[in-house]
């Protein structure tokens, strides 16, 4: 996002535990005429930098404490990170009522994305028998992707309650009918070559209906992300999805 808005956004620093400390920020992303950008490998020392916003595409283990620290230093968080529990979600959620901080954590930028959660969530008032298939490239360390727990989730809230498909199933190899999240099997890709696609899969009698979304190109992320640095200071609240700023 500081590539294509050099203009609006200002990177002040980076914050990566086992980077590079001898290495600027510039010179580690390659960013020409950027090599004055400090690069932290401590998350105190970051203050240093004077952030207003903090975005956050860490690791799951590492995405709470982060995010705790930005609230209660009153940084604003942009949170890409998936992986975050039900309960630490809801922690820091009250943390920020605390706080009396904004923030955001977005479990998919792409606005395909946002409108395939969107357009989901409408058909299973309709075909409460659904499946996710969601693919990802194989370096992806976390399963089910955050979509797919997101896109459940949004489904979860206005679907006829219902076990897709026999409630204990005859596995012959084990998992192979996939996650169930309230009675909604999802199932994970991983593969070289891809880079983040889901398929939301109706079924009902004797039709059906897939809702399928790509991205092809990790550029797919970036204007959501300009959108939540842009509104993130607004925020009353950590809300959870992109829709709440679209
Ligand atoms: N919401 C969205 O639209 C998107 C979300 N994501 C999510 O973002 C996250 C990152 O994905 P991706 O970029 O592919 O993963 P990568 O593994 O490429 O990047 C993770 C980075 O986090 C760094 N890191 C590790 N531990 C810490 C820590 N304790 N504090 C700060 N930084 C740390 C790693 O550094 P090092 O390598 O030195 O360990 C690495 O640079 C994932 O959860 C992914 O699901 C990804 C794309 C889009
Ligand atoms: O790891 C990724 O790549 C992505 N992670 C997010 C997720 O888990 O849903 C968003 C997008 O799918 C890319």
């Known amino acids: 996002m500081v590539l294509a808005h050099p203009?609006?956004?200002?990177?002040?620093?980076g914050f990566d535990?086992?980077?590079a400390a001898d290495q600027s920020l510039g010179q580690q992303l390659q960013l020409q005429a950027a090599e004055a950008i400090p690069a932290f490998t401590d998350r105190q020392a970051t203050l240093q930098a004077k952030a207003d916003v903090w975005v956050d595409f860490t690791t799951p283990d590492a995405v709470f404490d982060n995010v705790k620290f930005c609230l209660t230093q009153h940084i604003y968080p942009v949170v890409g990170t998936t992986g975050l529990s039900d309960d630490a979600t809801k922690t820091l959620v009250t943390l920020a009522q605390q706080e009396k901080m904004g923030g955001l954590i977005v479990p998919n930028f792409a606005l395909s994305a946002v409108l395939m959660m969107k357009f989901a969530q409408e058909a299973v008032k309709y075909f409460p028998d659904v499946e996710i298939i969601e693919l990802h490239h194989d370096d992806k360390q976390d399963a089910p992707s955050g979509t797919a727990l997101r896109t459940a989730e949004m489904m979860a809230e206005v679907r006829h309650p219902k076990q897709q498909g026999p409630a204990d199933p005859k596995e012959y190899l084990a998992g192979v009918r996939g996650g169930d999240y309230q009675g909604m099997r999802i199932h994970s890709v991983r593969l070289p070559g891809l880079i983040a696609h889901q398929q939301v899969q109706f079924g009902g009698v004797g039709e059906g209906l897939t809702i399928r979304q790509d991205s092809y190109?990790?550029?797919?992320?970036?204007?959501g992300v300009a959108v939540a640095i842009r509104k993130v200071k607004a925020q009353t609240?950590?809300?959870i999805g992109l829709e709440n700023v679209l």
């Open 217 to 223: 190109d990790r550029a797919s992320f970036m204007t």
């Open 17 to 19: 535990p086992s980077g």
């Open 237 to 239: 609240q950590l809300l």
């Open 7 to 13: 203009d609006e956004f200002e990177l002040v620093g």
